[in-house]
C-alpha cells in the first residue's frame, strides 16, 4: 500500500508542475481536469471517499467547465 501512495504522490506533484508549466490556454483545462482527476484517485487511496467525489465533481469537471466558458466568453467579439 505505501508504494502505491508514493507512486500516486509522485503522479500528483508530476501534474500539478505539468498544470503550472502549460502556456496554451485551450490545453489548460485539459490538464487542470487531468490533474483534478488524479487528486481524486489520491483521496480515495488515502482512503477519504467522500472528498474524492467532491473533488472529482468539482476538480475534474466543474473548475474546467468555468475556465472553457470564460475563455469563451474572451474570445468571442465584441458587438
Known sequence: MIVLQLAILIL???TGTAVVFSRNAESQPIGISFYGL???IMFF???APDVA???LVIGAVGLPLMIMLALARLR???R
Open 12 to 14: 500528483v506533484a508530476a
Open 53 to 55: 467525489l467532491s473533488q
Open 76 to 78: 468571442r467579439p465584441d
Open 38 to 40: 488524479v487528486l481524486s
Open 45 to 47: 487511496i488515502f482512503q
